[in-house]
């Protein structure tokens, strides 16, 4: 609560949410971590671990788990009084278009697959379009790999991806070894799990959790936060020090608020060409000396990555 007990970086990231957000006068309050937001109610984990639901005091942005905040008790809760600079974020527009950030402050995206419910080329390129969007790395894990043996064709489709250079795990609730496969790529990083409802996002993280008390069930239960909780990313710390967040699946993942450009840049395999099409506004469709084109006949873009650049593109407008 004083402010000597901050550190001189907190004090300095104060300072710079002090400009950003024109907080008047002297910001007090200590540094906390969003860990979900529920409707207006922020779960909050202060410094030394403990943790309230707060309110907040001001709306200049939606804080969203990941998210780091200054904050002041109020009773048994708290009121946020400033959501500190983003480090990254990852948003998507809501049911009503409108832009909305869904997790802050991510090191890696873990896009999560299954055989059941079947993996979607297309969802893993958007997955993959918005990391590089926001400058976080991405990796894919296969998870329910017990049943790949009855889908075959997502170990197919995860070799795509370990060939354009992205980290592959494949993983299943019945194999000790990969959760430690997967908590070394962790780390010490802050990592937001995505995918479709249904591929096992909830039960991996639960996984690698040791202590039942830190699941967010058992905490929302406690402040009264109901089942609200599984419409919110919600973060989890891990043992060895990393982060994961755990997002809510979805079926789709609208890029509509990006440009044509920001798209190709999240198409790994197309960046050598970039550039280098006659016309300045190519399509990459049928366009004459398009470099995209000619990679692709060249063998070097494969026709369901550029099947899936222009899926993406033609649902923007
Ligand atoms: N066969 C199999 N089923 C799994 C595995 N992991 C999770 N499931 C099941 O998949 C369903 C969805 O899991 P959940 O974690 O809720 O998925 P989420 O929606 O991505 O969070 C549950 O019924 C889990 O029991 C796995 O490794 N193998
Ligand atoms: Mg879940
Ligand atoms: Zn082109």
Same mark, same amino acid.
């Given at each position: 609560m004083s402010k000597q007990r901050l550190s001189k970086q907190q004090h300095r990231r104060?300072?710079?949410?002090?400009?950003?957000?024109?907080?008047? &006068?002297?910001?007090?309050g200590e540094p906390g971590l969003v860990i979900a937001r529920f409707g207006k109610q922020v779960l909050i984990e202060a410094e030394n671990g403990d943790r309230r639901t707060t309110t907040l005091r001001r709306h200049a942005e939606?804080? !969203?788990?990941?998210?780091? !905040?200054?904050?002041?008790?109020? =009773?048994?809760?708290?009121?946020?009084?400033?959501?500190?600079?983003?480090? $990254? !974020?990852?948003?998507?527009?809501?049911?009503? =278009?409108?832009?909305?950030?869904?997790?802050?402050?991510?090191?890696r995206l873990l896009i999560v697959i299954a055989p059941q419910p079947l993996a979607q080329a297309n969802l893993?390129?958007?997955?993959?379009?918005? %990391?590089?969007? %926001?400058?976080?790395?991405? @990796?894919?894990?296969?998870?329910?790999?017990?049943?790949?043996?009855?889908?075959?064709?997502?170990?197919?489709?995860?070799?795509?991806?370990?060939?354009?250079?992205?980290?592959?795990?494949?993983?299943?609730?019945? @194999?000790?070894?990969?959760?430690?496969?997967l908590s070394d790529l962790v780390a010490s990083q802050t990592v937001a799990l995505v995918g479709q409802s249904g591929v096992g996002k909830s039960s991996?993280?639960?996984?690698?959790?040791?202590?039942?008390?830190?699941?967010?069930?058992?905490? @929302?239960?406690?402040?009264?936060? =109901?089942?609200?909780? $599984? $419409?919110?990313?919600?973060?989890y710390?891990?043992? &060895?020090?990393?982060?994961?967040?755990?997002?809510? &699946? !979805?079926?789709?993942?609208?890029? @509509?608020h990006l440009s044509k450009d920001a798209i190709a840049a999240g198409f790994i395999e197309f960046e050598p060409f970039l550039g280098l099409c006659r016309f300045r506004d190519c399509s990459h469709s049928h366009e004459v000396r398009c470099a995209i084109l000619e990679a692709h006949e060249r063998g070097e873009i494969s026709a369901d990555r550029l099947a899936s650049y222009r899926q993406i593109v033609s649902s923007m407008s």
């Open positions: 104060i300072q710079a949410a002090q400009d950003r957000y024109r907080v008047d &006068g002297d910001l007090a939606d804080p !969203v788990a990941g998210d780091d !905040v200054v904050w002041t008790p109020q =009773g048994e809760h708290g009121v946020i009084e400033a959501l500190l600079p983003r480090r $990254t !974020v990852i948003s998507r527009p809501n049911s009503q =278009g409108v832009l909305r950030p869904v997790a802050a402050n991510i090191d893993i390129d958007r997955y993959l379009v918005a %990391a590089a969007h %926001a400058g976080i790395e991405a @990796s894919l894990v296969v998870n329910k790999a017990d049943l790949l043996r009855d889908a075959p064709s997502v170990l197919q489709l995860a070799e795509i991806y370990r060939h354009l250079g992205i980290e592959v795990l494949a993983t299943d609730q019945f @194999s000790d070894p990969t959760a430690h496969a991996l993280i639960q996984r690698l959790l040791p202590d039942l008390e830190i699941r967010i069930g058992a905490l @929302s239960d406690a402040v009264g936060l =109901g089942r609200h909780t $599984t $419409t919110a990313a919600a973060l710390h891990l043992p &060895g020090g990393g982060r994961l967040i755990d997002s809510p &699946g !979805v079926r789709e993942f609208h890029l @509509s």
